[in-house]
């Protein structure tokens, strides 16, 4: 059984996700077709993970909090599980290639899988897959949009964002 709850936040409104075991999904409104792997559902608005998750990501947007302390519950292939505790452990205001997530959980060569995990992840934000860029340093694609995507980076790195190009097949403008 799972339970859920609705928050706003500066990027739209997401659905939060938890089990007994800790928080399995933070959903955008576009993910329906994925929230359908953690089912049945009832809405919690006392859940204490769901609580606690509500209120750390409301410090995150606020810019008092740096790294979550939750309890997760991935639900995923071994494989996936791999990648997105390799996520978790990207340091806020840093970004990684797909190559390089691939060459730290020990597959060099799964750069292509790493990007399908990544692009699988349930915990947006929280597991930081918008701290993943294509290996050139331009924005890949993300669950919550591209835009959303920078305004999640430019929160983190606010310095640095101006220099990353919105979209894949912008150039890079120059740097300072």
């Given at each position: 059984?799972?339970?859920?709850?609705?928050?706003?936040?500066?990027?739209?409104?997401?659905?939060?996700?938890a089990?007994?075991?800790?928080?399995?999904?933070?959903?955008?409104?576009?993910?329906d077709?994925?929230?359908?792997?953690?089912?049945?559902?009832?809405?919690?608005?006392a859940?204490?993970?769901?609580?606690?998750?509500?209120?750390?990501?409301?410090?995150?947007?606020?810019?008092?909090?740096?790294?979550?302390?939750?309890?997760?519950?991935?639900v995923?292939?071994?494989?996936?599980?791999?990648?997105?505790?390799?996520?978790?452990?990207?340091?806020?205001?840093?970004?990684?290639?797909?190559?390089?997530?691939?060459?730290?959980?020990?597959?060099?060569?799964?750069?292509?899988?790493?990007?399908?995990?990544?692009?699988?992840?349930?915990?947006?934000?929280?597991?930081?897959?918008?701290?993943?860029?294509?290996?050139?340093?331009?924005?890949?694609?993300?669950?919550?949009?591209?835009?959303?995507?920078?305004?999640?980076?430019?929160?983190?790195?606010?310095?640095?964002?101006?220099?990353?190009?919105?979209?894949?097949?912008?150039?890079?403008?120059?740097?300072?």
């Amino acid at each position: 059984m799972y339970h859920y709850t609705l928050i706003s936040t500066p990027v739209g409104e997401l659905k939060l996700v938890a089990s007994d075991r800790g928080l399995t999904a933070i959903l955008w409104k576009n993910d329906d077709p994925q929230g359908a792997r953690f089912l049945p559902q009832t809405r919690d608005e006392a859940h204490p993970v769901l609580i606690e998750a509500e209120r750390q990501l409301r410090e995150y947007f606020a810019g008092e909090r740096r790294l979550f302390a939750l309890p997760l519950d991935f639900v995923g292939t071994e494989f996936q599980k791999k990648v997105w505790n390799a996520l978790v452990a990207i340091p806020f205001g840093e970004t990684r290639s797909y190559g390089e997530i691939a060459r730290q959980i020990g597959h060099p060569q799964a750069v292509r899988a790493v990007g399908a995990a990544n692009g699988r992840n349930p915990l947006s934000i929280v597991a930081p897959c918008h701290r993943v860029i294509g290996a050139n340093g331009k924005l890949t694609g993300f669950a919550g949009g591209l835009e959303v995507k920078a305004f999640l980076l430019d929160l983190e790195m606010p310095r640095q964002a101006a220099v990353l190009p919105l979209f894949a097949d912008e150039p890079a403008p120059p740097r300072a």
